[in-house]
């Protein structure tokens, strides 16, 4: 298992306040990684420093070179980030969303190669939602909507795919539409997912690998069917939960009771 | 059946697609910008017909018309014309990066700084009054770096620079009104200048503006694509690939320098640049690359129309162009927003 992204040691704070400290982790090429752990405890900040959103103190490095290396743009090239509920004008058509992915492609003056429409199309047909490329993005449901940022992302062609809590708001049929729209491109296009998810179920069924996170600190990693165990439940959430085998024959959790 | 729904969710605005209808609007701007335009050249204490007007344009004589148009109509048209361009494209600029609807020209101290230059020059000063323009350029800039500085904390948060924006303003503003109050007997032209106007104004104001309108017609308008990204939020486009930090602070300094120049020429004209980016958004939709262009004309076709009116309407005494502008424009912005189409 290669990692594509390695983190050494990185602090990362907002408003002078560390929120993650000394924290190393990596994220294994071609795999789709899945980060959990309790409200607040830096999941998302943790990614957000990994796309550069957020600076950090440390180390990360992506294909072994230091990720300050690169510029803004050509990172945006390499790695898209998608982060929970994004904001758009209220006249978006899914269309134009998707053509904004391809901004870190285009030279001055937003003009684009001659595969540039290509990669939008792509974009659309992969995350099937070609059809409505014209209708606002406001008039979509929240799974379409969500498939259209997706599309966004992937028009940036890029090797590594963050995602923030991708199914917050979702109901559990556009939940899974969506994880498995995620693991389908990881399987087809080889893409590198990672993704902040508070369902440790969806870690269980569609992650390769799991980062556990508390407090801003790293508590495990590995594969998410030998770590997600109702002792780690009792450990990072303070919560006693049942094991159950599914018709698929994985294991699920569901939560019992708190301890106290 | 299913075609009509499929019409009803997509975005064509009476039956014409969404390019071509926004295509159209500018065009139709651009239109009521020439007309504008005309209007402002034919209109005055003598009415030139508009051919004679043509005729004085290709060829420049020496009789009285001619000198009315070269020496005091066109230059004042053109100025007009710069002023609007300027205006309404800082404040679409700073619409986008501060991501806020009320964001204009005042907000980032512009108009404050302009202001306390201006009438400082105008009341202490009386004898330097041909140093306006560049005093009050200047105070608009050190205001607007000012108040970029005071909301400066590990970067800039868009709602800080508003309120540090309006604090800054606020106490500029009291030290117009302090020397206006202490100087009441001198208060008339600052007057006349807080309220912005054209009257006078020739080809040595067409030379303080015109550079930094072409300097920033030209970046604002490549700067489109950015100011597309920015409006996903800051997170978002730092993930496409935007450096925030300098793409925010060069929009800004563009936008500052646009409005500083307009203001300095006209005095504190405000309105443009808050509802001309507005209603050129609801026609043509917040896509810079349309949107620019759009309030740029509709600027140019405000700032001429009204100040034509202000000439006219009372003549032979002329209303300095900022009251009539709104006056007419405020109503007709809220009619265009009770409608919403």
Known sequence: MSAIIKAQNICVSINDKEIVHNLSLEIPEGKVTAIIGPNGCGKSTTLKALSRILPYKGSVTFKGNEMTSFSQREFAKCLAILTQSPQAPSDLTVNDLVEMGRFPHRGFLGRGGKDDKEHVEWALEQTGVKAMRSRLLNTLSGGERQRAWIAMALAQRPEVLLLDEPTTYLDICHQLEIMQLIVRLNQELGLTVVMVVHDLNHAIMYADHVVVVKAGRLVTSGAPREIITSDLLADVFRVKADEFTLSNDLRALVPVDLYK | ?341
């Open chain 2, 1 to 341: 059946m299913s075609k009509q729904l499929d019409a009803s969710q997509t975005i064509e605005r009476f039956g014409v697609s969404r390019t071509l209808w926004r295509v159209g609007v500018i065009c139709f701007f651009a239109l009521l910008a020439c007309v504008g335009g005309c209007l402002s050249l034919v209109n005055g204490s003598t009415d030139i017909p508009l051919k004679e007007i043509m005729g004085i344009l290709a060829a420049p004589g020496t009789d009285p018309n001619s000198m009315i148009i070269w020496n005091i109509r066109l230059p004042r048209t053109i100025v007009a014309a710069l002023v609007g361009i300027n205006l309404a494209l800082s404040g679409a600029i700073l619409q986008a990066i501060l991501r806020n609807p009320l964001a204009d020209p005042h907000l980032i101290g512009i108009s404050s700084g302009a202001g306390v230059a201006g009438v400082v020059i105008m009341i202490l000063y009386p004898s330097l009054e041909y140093l306006i323009a560049p005093v009050s350029f200047i105070g608009a800039m050190v205001a607007a770096v000012c108040i970029y500085i005071l909301a400066w904390k590990n970067g800039i948060k868009p709602v800080r620079i508003i309120l540090a924006g309006v604090a800054v303003s606020a106490f500029l503003s009291a030290g117009i009104s302090g020397l206006m109050i202490f100087y009441s007997d001198r208060v008339h032209g600052a007057l006349t200048w807080m309220v912005g106007g054209l009257a006078a104004r020739s080809w040595p104001h067409v030379s303080i503006i015109l550079p930094y309108a072409v300097i920033g017609v030209v970046l604002a308008l490549a700067s489109a694509a950015y100011l597309n990204v920015l409006q996903l939020g800051d997170e978002m486009a730092r993930g496409l690939g935007i450096n925030i930090e300098v793409t925010r602070i060069v929009l800004t300094a563009i936008a500052a320098l646009l409005a500083a120049s307009a203001v300095s020429v006209v005095g504190l004209l405000g309105f443009v640049g808050l509802v001309v980016p507005h209603a050129a958004r609801l026609l043509v939709g917040s896509d810079y690359r349309y949107l620019l262009p759009a309030s740029a004309f509709l600027g140019i076709a405000t700032i001429t129309m009204s100040d034509t009116f202000a000439r006219v309407v009372f003549a032979p005494i002329e209303i300095p162009v900022g009251i009539i502008m709104a006056f007419l424009g405020a109503p007709f912005f809220l009619f265009l927003l009770r409608r919403e189409i």
